[in-house]
């Protein structure tokens, strides 16, 4: 193989790099002249005799010709008075031997022969120019998907490598790791697939999917509500759990839309949209309020309530449900109070409104045996959380006075009732626990 010949094979692989990869021109011709720099050291390195060190000393410059289809390669030293450095200086009488117009300080340039590069030089260059292309094509690619991290993408599954999936986008492939996978949704090779872009990394396959995300969710909802899209609705928060049940609360910005009516669609169609992507998962659309309470019953959804006892302090909401609505409030190994929590940022506890009843009605009757605690008294303590005695004598008289509205006096003998009857309940358990005589051995 002559060099003119591997030098028209190199002018080949540009134009068909170009046209198979879309690299432009210019940077396969920069890898091109890089490379054709490299042999050349290597072939002067070779032919004096000259060690790794010194060849690096060359100043080498290579030059593609497009016109001629080939690459030439030059050689340049400074001109000086006394050569110190024979490959990169050369004596002034010497540079006039080339041009009469050379003056000291002048850098003077000599084509070198390319048919004098041998095979191996050649051969190297021919690696370094494949190995370049596959990083400009890799860093292409890289470039072009970086900017479709959080977009939903549309491939086909190729195959699958242990239990993760590998999805062809047409210029690259991505990863569907098993962890990012849905666990009840199943593939096989050659169906289309989509997924939200998780990340692009430099690694191969570059970029990175995911279906189970959170992300995921709401990206399908901007693509089906034009009012997301548009920002005249809000996603304020999204609770998922992947293949089951989800959660979202939106808000409208403009008083005319109805925020969960745009995301259900006419007939359901915009939400049934988003709930076949994802295979059946059931979705719950919920106005966001900046009201906790509200925001809380209308997150537990599709159960209903009957009460509520709030606690701001520690973000706790202990919600009443008909018995009848208990198992619907909690959901299936409790994923409906777990959804809830997540997407509204509150302690949430579920009770039945029999139990609540009937502990409400303990407690009533236990307080009520505090001779100066009126009924009003006792209404306030129960609907503010109160649910023992030893709860009411740690209070302070002047808080007890601000909580039931009552006088310094009064607030000092409740106290004194209150830890009067601690002490009897007490004494009954001991007395209780004495008249229980031992088992026989």
């Known amino acids: 193989m002559t060099n003119r010949s591997v030098q028209s094979g190199l002018a080949l692989l540009i134009e068909s790099v170009h046209k198979e990869k879309g690299i432009p021109k210019e940077r396969l011709v920069g890898v091109l002249e890089d490379a054709m720099c490299k042999a050349a050291k290597q072939w002067l390195r070779q ?4 060690s790794a060190l010194e060849g690096d000393q ?7 010709n497009s016109d001629r289809g080939e690459v030439e390669i030059f050689e340049f030293k400074k001109i000086v008075d006394t050569v110190e450095n024979k490959h990169l200086e050369v004596s002034l009488d010497e540079a006039k031997g080339h041009d009469e117009t050379f003056e000291i300080g002048d850098s003077m340039g000599v084509k070198l022969e390319v048919m004098g590069l041998g095979r191996i030089s ?5 690696q370094h120019i494949l190995q370049k292309i596959r990083d400009l094509e890799r860093e292409m690619i890289h470039n072009e998907f970086k900017d479709r991290e959080g977009e939903i993408i549309s491939g086909i599954v190729r195959r699958f490598e242990k239990g993760n999936i590998i999805v062809d986008l047409g210029k690259t492939e991505a990863t569907l790791d098993y962890k990012q996978q849905v666990r009840s949704e199943t593939y096989r090779s050659g169906d289309a697939i989509e997924a ?6 430099n690694s191969q396959p570059p970029v990175k ?3 189970n995300k959170e992300e995921f969710l709401i990206k399908l909802f901007e693509r089906e509500v034009p009012e997301i899209y548009e920002g005249l609705v809000t996603i304020r928060a999204c609770a998922r759990a992947a293949g089951s049940r989800s959660k979202i609360a939106v808000e409208s910005h403009d008083e005319s839309i109805d925020p969960v009516g745009a995301c259900v669609g006419l007939r359901g169609s915009r939400v049934q949209a988003v709930v076949a992507e994802l295979r059946g998962e059931a979705i719950d659309i919920i106005p966001f309020s900046e009201d906790p309470t509200r925001y809380v019953i209308e997150a537990i959804a599709p159960a209903t309530v009957a009460k509520f006892i709030l606690e701001n302090e520690t973000k706790k909401i202990e919600l009443i449900v008909p018995d009848e609505q208990l ?3 909690i959901g299936r190994h409790g994923q409906n109070v777990r959804l809830a929590t997540k997407l509204t940022g509150w302690n949430i506890d579920i009770k039945a409104l029999s139990r609540y009843e009937a502990k409400m009605k303990h407690l009533y009757e236990l307080f009520s045996t505090i001779p100066s605690l009126s009924e009003e008294n006792i209404d306030i303590l129960l609907r503010t959380g109160y649910e023992n005695l030893v709860d009411i004598v740690d209070l302070e008289p002047d808080q007890l006075m601000i909580l039931l509205e009552v006088s310094e006096e009064e607030a000092v003998q409740i106290l004194a009732d209150t830890d009067q009857r601690i002490i009897e309940i007490l004494q009954e358990e001991r007395r209780l626990k004495e008249d229980i005589p031992e088992e026989a051995e």
């Open 122 to 126: 050649a051969q190297t260059a021919r």
């Open 196 to 201: 939200y872009v998780l990340e692009v990394t």
């Open 209 to 211: 999917l995911s279906r």
């Open 58 to 64: 060359h100043d080498i410059e290579a030059r593609y």
């Open 327 to 329: 198992s619907k409030a």
């Open 47 to 50: 032919k004096r005799g000259m």
